[in-house]
């Protein structure tokens, strides 16, 4: 079992950054570590993923240039940075864990999930 707990969320304004941080404890040995999102009305999306040895990070098309994902397995914390903010990112941000080994985009494909944080984005 793995427990993940999100923290960072908030409103901010368009334009402006936040940084998630996704903590991790118990069976913490995950190969990918994932961010996902959903918005009001739609499915979950996927958002970025890192795999934890090696660092390969992967980003979905809407976030490429403005979001970085990065990892302390020291502390089995796993980050999200949004810069550039945009309304459209309004959603709950979800972290994920994977433990086989081979990139997935999709929610399936992932194991363990948090609880979710919500973050607002104001025009």
């Known amino acids: 079992q793995v427990q993940l707990v999100e923290s960072g969320g908030g409103l901010v304004q368009a334009g402006g950054s936040l940084r998630l941080s996704c903590a991790a404890s118990?069976?913490?040995?995950?190969?990918?570590r994932g961010w996902f999102r959903q918005a009001p009305g739609k499915e979950r999306e996927f958002v970025a993923a890192?795999?934890?040895?090696?660092?390969?990070?992967y980003y979905a098309d809407s976030v490429k240039g403005r979001f970085t994902i990065s990892r302390d397995n020291a502390k089995n914390t796993v980050y999200l940075q949004m810069n550039s903010l945009k309304p459209e990112d309004t959603a709950v941000y979800y972290c994920?864990?994977?433990?086989?080994?081979?990139?997935?985009?999709?929610?399936?494909?992932?194991?363990?999930w948090g609880q979710g944080t919500q973050v607002t984005v104001s025009s």
């Open positions: 118990g069976r913490t040995f995950t190969f990918y």
């Open positions: 994920a864990a994977r433990y086989s080994d081979g990139y997935s985009y999709t929610v399936e494909g992932y194991d363990y």
């Open positions: 890192i795999r934890r040895t090696g660092g390969s990070t």
